[in-house]
């Protein structure tokens, strides 16, 4: 690909992440270009190629394998407003390398006669293993407040330092960081999470620098403590991909309540979907955790009815979720034994499989009481769940004899009694 432009009489070079990847070590599967041809100019060489960005001079083209490399056209800043920048064609390399965010990620490679560019020592900086901006720090961050969250993502994604004026350069970001679209926001934290091994490490920073306080207020103190939870929780590959990410920003806002984090998470435009996930799992630890943990860091688990109150209150499709998320906070706190954790999870999980402890478990349903005659209306609800309780206490009784007996016998406490109650 790179042959065909320099062939056509066009400079060419590889740029951006995948030269930084490949200095350190990691395989990169994107390579992307940086050309002196223009837009027009690339997709005349290329039969398969889609507009990706064509204002910004970026082309998809694809290769053999069907893998699509961006090639996008030497370009300078002309204007920036925080975040949007306007772009004019016609730039050289250097201009091209100037106008990139930090030193690891302007580095030029050139793919035919393997010789590296590097004018703002990138490979320096690699070695060094800091987040550097490019030029002024100061005026960099300032055109674009997005790479306050961009520094901030690699250095914990690579386990750098920040450099010193690119770190006060961020601090100084945090109250503009507002004007970030929340779309934006959104997506550092989630690159965060799917990137970064330890993701803690990027958050600290965030609350440190000021970027919580502005944009996820309720996080602005959290604790290094929760934070650590995240790292905690099992290593990709053990875990699907949405139940990772809902249990990382569960424990993120473990802390919060689920109020908060329903608000958070809503502020932030995340799906309804994730929401629901993520404020339950959050509010279920808020209401279970006080008493659950005084109970495992004494050594002891909660009795058979206990647990099944538990994941009864939990719920049954959460409770898998609930315990690696427990895990992952009393692991962080060094609070438990991990061995206690293991057996309360094995425990809770047989539990909630093979005891009743939902409504659709119980031996009667609705149909039942009403055709024989024991309860109608609200009231029918009122003893299906009185019966569940019962149930929960004592598996034993959950057969249709033994719940008529009980629903005919015990009335189901009327509206009033629930009040003064
Ligand atoms: P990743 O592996 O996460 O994709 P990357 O370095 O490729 O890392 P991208 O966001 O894909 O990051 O951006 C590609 C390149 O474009 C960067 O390496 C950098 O040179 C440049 N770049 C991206 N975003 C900005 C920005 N906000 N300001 C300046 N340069 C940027
Ligand atoms: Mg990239």
Not at 55 to 70: A, K, N, P, S, Y
Not at 247 to 262: D, I, N, P, V, Y
Request: proline share 5%.
């Amino acid at each position: 690909m790179a042959r065909t432009l320099r062939q056509a009489g066009f400079e060419t070079w590889c740029v951006g992440g995948a030269v930084r990847d490949a200095l350190l070590g990691e395989a990169h599967l994107d390579w992307d270009l940086a050309t002196a041809a223009t837009p027009t100019q690339v997709r005349k060489l290329f039969r398969r190629t889609v507009p990706v960005g064509i204002e910004f001079g970026t082309i998809g083209v694809f290769d053999r394998d069907h893998r699509m490399h961006e090639v996008t056209t030497f370009r300078r800043d002309v204007k920036t407003d925080g975040r949007h920048a306007v772009v004019e064609f016609g730039a050289s390399l250097d201009e091209d390398l100037a106008r990139r965010d930090f030193t690891i990620n302007a580095i030029a490679y050139d793919p035919i006669d393997h010789r590296l560019h590097d004018p703002f020592g990138g490979q320096v900086d690699l070695t060094r293993r800091v987040v550097r901006a490019v030029g002024d720090a100061e005026a960099r961050l300032r055109e674009d407040r997005l790479r306050a969250l961009r520094a901030i993502r690699f250095a914990a994604r690579f386990g750098f330092d920040i450099d010193h004026d690119t770190w006060q350069a961020i601090v100084g970001s945090a109250p503009f960081l507002t004007r970030l679209s929340p779309e934006r926001v959104k997506q550092e934290l989630e690159k965060t999470m799917a990137q970064v091994l330890a993701p803690s490490t990027a958050f600290v920073r965030w609350r440190d620098a000021g970027a919580f306080a502005s944009l996820v207020p309720t996080l602005a103190h959290i604790d290094t403590r929760t934070l650590r939870a995240i790292d905690a929780l099992p290593r990709p590959g053990l875990l699907g991909r949405p139940l990772r990410k809902t249990l990382r920003f569960a424990a993120l806002f473990s802390e919060a309540g689920g109020k908060q984090t329903e608000r958070a998470l809503r502020d932030l435009r995340f799906s309804n979907q994730d929401i629901a996930n993520v404020s339950a799992l959050v509010d279920r630890w808020s209401r279970y955790a006080p008493t659950l943990t005084e109970m495992l860091s004494e050594g002891t688990l909660p009795d058979d009815a206990g647990l099944r109150r538990l994941a009864a209150g939990v719920g049954r499709l959460r409770v898998a979720a609930f315990v690696r998320l427990a895990a992952a906070r009393w692991s962080a706190a060094g609070a438990v034994q991990p061995s206690l954790v293991r057996r309360l999870h094995r425990r809770i999980i047989t539990m909630a499989f093979r005891e009743p402890i939902e409504l659709a478990d119980l031996a009667v349903d609705g149909d039942d009481l009403r055709s024989a005659g024991i309860a109608t209306g609200p009231a029918l609800g009122r003893t299906l769940h009185a019966l569940l309780q019962v149930v929960i206490e004592n598996p034993a009784l959950n057969s249709r004899e033994a719940l008529l007996k009980i629903a005919r016998t015990h009335e189901p406490p009327s509206e009033t009694d629930c009040r003064s109650a």
